[in-house]
């Protein structure tokens, strides 16, 4: 069933790597939030926090470990979750043309009455739904452990953040994809998405305490998926308008680029 | 009739690297045409430029009459492709690919579609990772065929096939020539496709050299011929002579190639004693050869020209 068009194979060829970043991403959220009770038991973490002095502030401003809230914050929202879904969406989107490229299977596909512009487009809204699952995938495991330890967590507001979550990863995706689309180098479009990540993450925490960066930190990703601390305060609609922005325009930038170029043989 | 293929003064340069240069072909329609040439010659510089995979430097190219880039995807249900260097989804069985491609196709002659599997003694089961080359090969014919395209463009088609597959890819060729469909194969051994198509043209180092029709070589079919005589014979008594080459005489062996009928050669003979005549037929690729083999293309024309 799966085998009746390009976004339907490409679901297919994604369903491994989706079910296993959504269960990691899931179980990890999910043990944090059935564990915190425990540890807040046993260590006073707030007073930890306190101790790293000007350090704590690179966890952003809602990190607080009173709450399962800015528990989850700290731990997982400011670094491990966009780290596995940027890396999820980038490796999969960078591997989409420049994949069937690279193993030549491009030149059967084409030959089919099948746009470059629609294989493209069907590839990256496959994307989508893998982000969208594996988000759906740490929301339900999320719940589920703070029901288990009787912890509060508001559905809304970690869907809200899981939304942002979702448009980072897919951000940074469609930078893999235009890179992969204009050059069909699966290696570079990977590298660049995954080490504008990490600088992006770097401007975005060590604003907080170099002033230096303060004027450069519009130009981080994270200063939108962060900013307004959608965990807490729910998703800034414009903040999600930057990230839908730049997925947009890069978006378009890979079917322009692939549209135009001779394809590797 | 709208020519399958035409192309005018097409080229393409990989950057500075030659491609293909000034190429006119024109392939007529319910043809199998064999397009041949050495490895690097710009056969498939030529067939992914029909297909729109990579754009000219210059020039322009038609297929069954449209404008290869423009109208694209009327094109794409109209044709089939087999890459040389065939690639398919590895992960994928030889019916979930044939499923796969033939839902992208939109239609597909199901009860067709069984029979080629059937003919080309295809094990769909597989998957095409444990293919082997010439399965593999099997599996991008029932594709292209299964859709009964008004093109077929078969890139080295017949690599990797044992004979019997090649008997039954030969006759599919012909089946969809009987339909008034077009076959365009590529090769770069004449002797593999010499009995399979109409006409062939020749590429060599990105020129198209020559465009025959295979009866029309055949008519010029080369002999080379040696003979003994019973005595010493004068050069003159065969020199100028009709369709007579490369004549040397060799005291009592009179050595040459002959181009098309051996009469005036014999009659020119018989007024000597004759011992023995040896005689070798040579094959359409040197026949190819001695017309084209120069390798420069304004020499082949001539040579062409020439001869015609």
Redesign the interface.
């Known amino acids: 069933m799966l ?4 976004f339907g ?1 490409t679901i297919r ?1 994604l369903r491994w790597p989706t079910l296993w970043v959504g269960l990691g991403m899931g179980a990890m959220t999910g043990y944090f939030a059935l564990l915190f009770p425990t540890y807040s038991k046993l260590f006073d973490l707030n007073s930890m926090l306190e101790k790293m002095g000007p350090v704590a502030k690179l966890l952003g401003p809602g990190a607080d470990a009173s709450t399962l809230v800015g528990f989850l914050h700290i731990e997982l929202f400011s670094m491990i979750l966009p780290a596995l879904i940027v890396a999820f969406a980038a490796g999969m989107a960078s591997g989409f043309t420049a994949g069937e490229e690279s ?13 470059r512009r629609r294989v493209v487009l069907e590839k990256a809204a496959a994307v989508v739904i893998g982000c969208v699952i594996a988000a759906t995938a740490v929301w339900v495991m999320a719940l589920a452990g703070a029901a288990a330890s009787s912890s509060p967590l508001p559905p809304d507001r970690l869907a809200e953040a899981l939304v942002m979550l979702v448009l980072l990863g897919l951000a940074f995706g469609a930078i893999a994809l235009a890179i992969s689309a204009a050059t069909g180098n699966r290696a570079a479009a990977i590298g660049v998405a995954i080490a504008l990540m990490v600088v992006m993450y770097l401007i975005d925490a060590l604003a907080a305490i170099v002033d230096g960066l303060r004027s450069i930190q519009p130009l981080s990703l994270f200063r939108y998926y962060m900013g307004n601390d959608p965990l807490r305060n729910g998703l800034s609609l414009t903040d999600a308008a930057v990230l839908a922005a730049v997925t947009a325009v890069f978006l378009m930038a890979a079917l322009v680029a692939f549209d ?1 170029r ?2 590797a ?1 | 009739m709208t020519a399958a293929i035409e192309t005018e003064k097409l080229t393409k340069y990989y950057g500075r690297a030659r491609g293909i240069m000034d190429v006119d072909l024109t392939v007529e329609a319910g043809q199998i045409f064999g397009f041949l040439g050495p490895n690097g010659a710009g056969k498939s510089t030529t067939i992914r430029l029909l297909l729109d995979l990579i754009r000219p430097t210059s020039g322009s190219a038609r297929v069954l009459g449209m404008d290869v880039h423009r109208d694209r995807l009327a094109i794409d249900r109209r044709v089939s492709y087999v890459p040389g260097e065939l690639s398919l989804y590895p992960e994928l069985t030889g019916r979930q690919l044939l499923t796969y491609l033939g839902n992208l196709q939109g239609r597909v002659d199901a009860e067709y579609r069984e029979k080629l599997i059937e003919r080309l003694e295809l094990d769909t089961t597989k998957r095409i990772k444990s293919l082997s080359r010439g399965n593999k090969q099997k599996v991008g014919l029932v594709a292209a065929f299964m859709i009964r395209p008004d093109l077929l463009i078969l890139d080295e088609p017949t690599a990797g096939l044992d004979p019997f597959i090649q008997l039954e890819f030969e006759s599919l060729c012909e089946e969809a020539r009987a339909e008034g469909r077009t076959v365009f194969i590529s090769s770069h051994q004449l002797p593999e496709v010499e009995h399979l198509c109409d006409r062939v043209g020749i590429i060599r180092e990105g020129r198209l050299l020559a465009v025959e029709s295979i009866a029309a070589l055949k008519e010029r079919a080369l002999r080379r011929l040696e003979i003994d005589f019973g005595s010493e014979v004068p050069v003159a008594a065969f020199a100028g002579l009709l369709g007579v080459r490369d004549l040397t005489v060799d005291g009592e062996t009179l050595r040459c190639t002959v181009m098309g009928s051996l009469d005036s050669l014999v009659k020119a003979a018989a007024q000597f004693e004759v011992r023995n005549v040896r005689s070798v037929e040579t094959s359409l690729e040197e026949i190819f050869l001695a017309y084209y083999g120069s390798g420069d293309g304004t020499m082949g024309k001539e040579a062409a020209n020439a001869a015609a």
């Open positions: 085998l009746r068009s390009v194979k060829d193993r030549g299977t491009i030149d059967v596909l084409l030959s089919y009455p099948v746009s135009r001779d394809l043989a």
